[in-house]
């Protein structure tokens, strides 16, 4: 395999770490260190967009590098390969399940989270903001399971026995 190839991989596991370790970032030490902090809702919205800026360049990258990574093992990205091979239906998976990431961050990002924010500073209902919360989870969950397809293709696809 070439130096490409480790390159490619490389850099979607740094790409990858940002992604999960930014939505980890936020609940776990972001929310609880500014608690009391008079300006709270306007820092939440400050490093929320920051985040939202690197978060869509590093899901365009996650995806250059994830086709890129199967290219440079030597796979024609064809129809056959998407169905024939476990690492192809691995790989399908991860582009389905992208696809979902890529829905609810938009839908977090332009829809729950900016709204639930302004309601947040009206002391509005908090309809909103549970819905930014739990998209954000189930994000943070989704990641987790593309790191873990991740790990299975490293390894050529085969299954846990
Ligand atoms: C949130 C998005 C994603 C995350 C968190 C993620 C995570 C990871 C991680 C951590 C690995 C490396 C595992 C290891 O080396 O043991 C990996 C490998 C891989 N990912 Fe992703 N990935 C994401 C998106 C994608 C996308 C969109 C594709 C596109 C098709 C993709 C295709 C691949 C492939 C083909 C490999 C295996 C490379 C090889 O053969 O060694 N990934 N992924």
Redesign the pocket.
Known sequence: MSIW?FL??WL??I???F??GGMLFLPLVILPGIRNHPDRIRILYDTGIRFRFFGWIV?AG??V???L??RL?GFTLNADFFSVSN?GR??AW??G??TL?LLLSGAHDWVFGNKALEEMQEAADQRLRLMARWSGRINLL???M??F???L?????QLPG
């Open positions: 190839y490619s991989v979607h596991v790409l990858a770490a992604w999960i899901l996650l995806l590098t994830g086709l990574n199967a093992r690492y691995l790989v991860k582009i399940i992208f990431i989704l990641g987790c593309m790191a397809l991740g790990l293709l490293s390894r050529g696809g």
